[in-house]
């Protein structure tokens, strides 16, 4: 059987309140069970984490099951990273997520509160998080908060979200055959999310749970270009910190794009801040 065409998402209504429905409340419904699917870190991020330095605190804004609170493996209890979700079900298992169960710092919050001071933080990363916020102006918001949290002399920042282009081994399929995406900012369409049945719950004809999530898919360079437009809206420039095309001698901040790509249907942008006086 061949990848499942998705159905689009029309987002109708306050998106908070779309988002509580259609996120939040499905993802404290889900949480054992999605958590016992999310075991395994990936391998950009991995190599992310271990080359924080060591005394660096960060932020996992929507850490979901933790996964990625432990690391780096090499280096445990090295640096800190503090783990934030909307999911309180979540956060009850990533306390204590990794091998050693020691407990980990989380925060029941949002991702486009301001629950922190302006660069309180050394890193940050946000894993499959971004792409459930309903509308474009709130997932600029979301990458807005990432920089505001972190410092702007050497804060780093890394991002993903699920993409349209999804590879082989998918069950997902994003767009249709006679289907484009032309405008760069993606598709709404929602994901199911499968479970065995419980007691009393409603089910499909088949007896199963379905659970209906949200999701903006990405296209390829609306990742890069969000991170773009939300630091020039900050006011920050977006270019390496020695560019040789710069003209101005005065005080500047800045964000610098170290990379950004496609890995195994994610889309992804590391970020580095400078500043200079």
Not at 91 to 114: F, H, K, P, Y
Request: proline share 6%; hydrophobic share 35%.
């Amino acid at each position: 059987m061949g990848p499942k065409a998705l159905e689009s998402a029309v987002v109708d209504e306050d998106p908070q309140s779309y988002e509580n429905k259609n996120v939040h409340t499905i993802y404290d419904e889900i949480a054992s069970h999605f958590s016992s699917t999310r075991y395994k870190p990936w391998p950009i991020i991995s190599a992310f984490m271990s080359s924080i330095p060591t005394g660096w605190v960060g932020l996992d804004a929507g850490t979901g099951n933790g996964k990625y609170l432990p690391l780096p493996l090499d280096r445990p209890n090295d640096i800190l990273t503090i783990g934030l979700d909307r999911s309180i079900n979540l956060l009850q298992i990533a306390r204590t997520a990794g091998e050693s169960q020691q407990t980990r710092e989380v925060v029941l919050g949002d991702v486009l509160g301001r629950g922190w001071r302006p660069g309180v933080f050394d890193y940050a990363i946000s894993i499959a998080t971004i792409h459930h916020l309903a509308t474009h102006r709130r997932r600029i918001l979301a990458v807005q908060r990432l920089i505001e949290s972190v410092s702007p002399r050497h804060g780093r920042i890394l991002i993903y979200v699920w993409a349209i282009e999804q590879d082989d081994l998918s069950k997902r399929k994003v767009v249709t055959d006679d289907e484009t995406v032309s405008d760069g900012r993606g598709k709404d369409v929602v994901v199911p999310w499968v479970m065995s049945p419980q007691k009393g719950a409603q089910g499909d004809s088949t007896g199963r749970q379905v659970f209906n999530r949200y999701y903006h898919m990405f296209a390829k360079g609306e990742l890069t270009g969000l991170a773009h437009d939300a630091a020039r809206e900050l006011g920050i420039e977006v270019r390496p910190p020695h560019d040789p095309e710069s003209t101005t001698s005065s005080p500047q901040r800045g964000i610098e794009i170290v990379r950004d790509g496609w890995e195994r249907s994610n889309y992804y942008v590391e970020l580095r801040c400078w500043e200079k006086r």
